[in-house]
C-alpha cells in the first residue's frame, strides 16, 4: 500500500517531469540547444509524435528554432496584434479551435505551412509580461494518435522552456565573490535548514530521494506530500 494518495502521486510525477526538463536545460546557453534540447526532452516526457518550437526577438517575427515529426515547409511570419492578444488570453489552444476563429486563423498563418502537417496540436504560448515570445506546439501521441489531454504540465512545461530560452538570450553576469564567513568559511559550506530538512525527508522516505536538489519548491512539496501523508 502506498503512503500517499494517487492524486498526491500524480503531482509528484509531474514535478519529477519538471525537474528532468530543467536539469536538461541548466547546463546549456545556446539558444537554438535550448531549443532543440528542451523540445527533445518534452517529447520524452509526453510521448508526442511531433513538435515545434517558434522564438522571436523583441518585435520580430517568430522564427522557428527546431521541429520534429513535420515537414519544414516556411518559416514563420509577424504574428499581427489581434493573433498575439488571441493566444496569451487563451493561455493554449489547439489547432482545430484556431480554425474555428478569425484571429486563430492569422495565427495559423503567421506560423507558416508547418500547422497545415498536423491534424491537431496543441498551441501554447511562451509569453513574458503580456508579450509573447515565442510558441510550443505539441502534436499528438505518438502511440494513441490523440491529442494530449489538457493539464497544468503542459502549460508549467511550456514555462519552464521560455524561461530557459529567456535565459540563453540575456547576457552572462559575473558573480561578486563571496565574502568569508568566521572562521575561513564560505556562505555556501554552511549548511541551511532548508538542507538539513531535506535530508531528514529523504531519509525517512527513501522514495522521495528522486527528487534530487536543494530548492525551497522542492522542499514545499515533500513537506505538503508528508502532512498529506500522516
Known sequence: MEWFSTETAHEL???????????QLLPLRDRDEVARDGLLCVA???????????????????????????????DATAVDAEAERFL???GGTTIEAC???????????????????INDAWILPLAHEAQLRGVLL??????????????????????TLRLALMGAEAPAR??????????????????SAGSQRLA???????????LVG?????????????????
Do not use: N
Request: glycine fraction near 10%; hydrophobic fraction near 40%.
Open 99 to 117: 480554425r474555428r476563429r478569425a484571429a486563430g486563423r492569422t495565427l495559423l498563418q503567421a506560423l507558416g505551412g508547418l500547422t497545415s502537417e
Open 13 to 23: 510525477h509531474e514535478l519529477r517531469c519538471l525537474h528532468e526538463l530543467a536539469r
Open 138 to 159: 505539441l502534436g499528438p501521441s505518438l502511440v494513441t494518435g490523440a491529442l494530449l489531454p489538457e493539464t497544468a504540465l503542459l502549460t508549467d512545461l511550456a514555462e
Open 174 to 191: 559575473l558573480k561578486a565573490p563571496m565574502a568569508s564567513e568566521p572562521g575561513g568559511r564560505q556562505p555556501w559550506q554552511q549548511a
Open 200 to 210: 531528514a525527508l529523504r531519509s525517512q522516505y527513501p522514495i522521495t530521494r528522486d
Open 88 to 90: 496569451v488570453v487563451e
Open 44 to 74: 520524452g516526457i509526453t510521448g508526442i509524435g511531433a513538435g515545434a518550437v517558434f522564438w522571436r526577438s523583441g518585435q520580430e517575427p517568430l522564427q522557428l528554432l527546431s521541429h520534429f515529426g513535420v515537414p519544414h515547409r516556411t
Open 214 to 230: 536543494e530548492s525551497d519548491t522542492i522542499l514545499a512539496v515533500l513537506e505538503e506530500v508528508v502532512t498529506l501523508a500522516e
